[in-house]
């Protein structure tokens, strides 16, 4: 298993994955993800940015996520509490793994990685945050041992936003 930067020709991989996630979720009902997010546009930003990270396995991608350590602007309005005052945390966003390495731990291998990749930069805290109806992340989130700390609110609605210490 290898945790790296995603490249432009990890693009077509990327995309199956967040198509299916996608397409998932609308499946289930769900309304975090769309057919208008997250795009192509949106990994194609992450990669030129920097931002986006795979867990690569088998010699295919098994996990994809976004990786920004300069803040999320959303999270300076919250409708409760963090845990910590830090300006200096890590944020996941578009985390999602392919069809074929569901239930298999890489979701919670993914955020493992992340932390230890924060922690090499001197970030003391991981936030991140999913729509009330995101079982998966819920569940994936309260077993990497993420607390909840409020309400969040983007253009697209409100989300449930956690902590972890790192």
């Known amino acids: ?31 975090q993800w ?19 990270y795979v867990i690569e396995t ?5 996990a994809y996520g976004a990786v920004c350590f300069d803040g999320e602007p959303a999270y300076m309005h919250i409708d409760g509490e963090w845990r910590t005052d830090s300006e200096q945390y ?9 069809q074929n390495y569901r239930e298999r731990g890489f979701g919670k291998k993914y955020l493992k990685c992340v932390e230890y990749l924060a922690a090499e930069k001197g970030s003391g805290s991981f936030r991140i945050d999913t729509n009330h109806d995101n079982s998966t992340m819920l569940r994936l989130l309260e077993n990497s ?22």
């Not at 995603?6 to 996608?22: E, R």
């Open 90 to 98: 890590v944020v996941v966003h578009r985390l999602a793994v392919a």
């Open 34 to 52: 769309d057919e208008t997010y997250p795009t192509a546009i949106h990994i194609i930003h992450d990669i030129n940015h920097g931002r986006g």
């Open 145 to 166: 041992g993420f607390e909840y700390c409020g309400i969040i609110k983007y253009e697209s609605g409100e989300r449930m936003a956690f902590e972890k210490l790192i």
């Open 58 to 62: 088998e010699g295919k991608i098994a």
């Open 1 to 31: 298993m290898l945790f790296r930067k995603a490249k432009a020709t990890d693009l077509p991989g990327i995309m199956k994955i967040i198509d299916y996630a996608v397409e998932r979720m609308l499946s289930e009902g769900k309304q």
